[in-house]
């Protein structure tokens, strides 16, 4: 009797198993024509300045249009391009739509590119980057490069030498959802980050936990102590933005200024209005 159970049991799990191996393969079919047809798009974060709410860039986010799933978000695509090794045409491909698309803006506005710790251990990458810079014309001063601390400890001797050329290109490069993992002090002052980016778990928790408080204004501290600039992900009240302003912190990116959109959605403030209007109308955003 329980040994009937028992191969049942496998059975089942056999078959849940093969169900999960199909699933996976379709979609890495899928991500395949995807890739190869269009069926990636890239919509756009504004990040603003923190007294002014002048607008200073945009955060590129990856997005999949799937003919039966709809948008699918990069959390459910990007490790699955890192595992089947498609991870670098999609880098590549993000990287060249945001760059040409920001060469046309009529404001020489800064565009912030994720990288995927995969695409950061290519060894080639700044060539790679920089050819797509020459081929669409947006000048290295105005790419941003985000990446997480993931990216970094693989191998720390290669990711220091593919920052000092990215960095020697005019390139600036942020860390990502500081203080989500293993970074530490060490690490901010042996790589030459411009930016630190601070996770949106502690920025939506300013006002209502006394230890995220004072872990964003310990961040903070330290980016001023440090001479790198600091930004707060995930901004979504007034509130989180009286705090962060009382506590100087320079650049916000969050809901409330603007969820990520296709890049048309932002054509008033392209054309010159200031995001502050932006950040009144983007309370009720249209959803996608
Ligand atoms: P990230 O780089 O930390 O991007 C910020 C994420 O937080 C985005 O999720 C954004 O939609 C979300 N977010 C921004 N403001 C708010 C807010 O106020 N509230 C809340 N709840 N969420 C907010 P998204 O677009 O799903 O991207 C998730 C992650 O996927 C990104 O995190 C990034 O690590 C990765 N990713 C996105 N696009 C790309 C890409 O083109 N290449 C690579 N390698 N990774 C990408
Ligand atoms: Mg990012
Ligand atoms: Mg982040
Ligand atoms: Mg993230």
């Given at each position: 009797q329980a040994k009937a159970e028992g191969r049942n049991c496998y059975r089942m799990f056999d078959a849940a198993m093969d169900e999960a191996i199909t699933r996976r393969r379709e979609l890495e079919r899928d991500l395949r024509t995807a890739l190869a047809n269009g069926g990636l798009e890239l919509h756009y974060q504004p990040q603003v300045r923190a007294?002014?709410?002048?607008l200073i860039g945009f955060e590129a986010l990856a997005r999949w249009r799937h003919p039966v799933r709809g948008l699918i978000p990069p959390g459910e695509f990007i490790q699955l391009a890192e595992e089947t090794g498609l991870i670098s045409a999609l880098g590549e491909w993000v990287l060249r739509s945001a760059c040409s698309e920001a060469a046309r803006w009529t404001r020489p506005l800064k565009l912030a590119v994720n990288l995927s710790p995969r695409e950061f251990q290519q060894s080639d990458l700044p060539e790679r980057i920089f050819a797509i810079l020459a081929e669409t014309g947006?000048?290295?001063?105005?790419l941003e490069i985000e990446i997480t601390e993931t990216a970094i400890f693989a191998d720390m001797s290669r990711a220091l030498s593919i920052l000092m050329r990215l960095k020697a290109l005019g390139i600036s490069i942020a860390m990502d959802?500081?203080?989500?993992?293993?970074?530490?002090l060490a690490t901010l002052q042996a790589f030459p980050f411009d930016k630190i980016k601070i996770d949106r778990s502690f920025v939506g928790q300013v006002e209502t936990s006394p230890q995220a408080a004072v872990i964003v204004r310990a961040v903070l501290g330290l980016g001023r102590s440090l001479g790198i600039g600091v930004v707060a992900e995930g901004v979504e009240t007034a509130g989180q933005v009286r705090f962060l302003v009382g506590e100087n912190c320079e650049e916000l990116q969050g809901y409330l200024f603007g969820?990520?959109?296709?890049?048309?959605?932002f054509a008033e403030v392209m054309g010159g209005r200031q995001a502050c209007d932006l950040a009144i109308r983007a309370a009720p955003v249209r959803q996608p």
């Open positions: 007294g002014s709410c002048e947006l000048p290295p001063s105005r959802d500081f203080g989500t993992g293993y970074a530490s969820k990520p959109q296709p890049i048309e959605s």
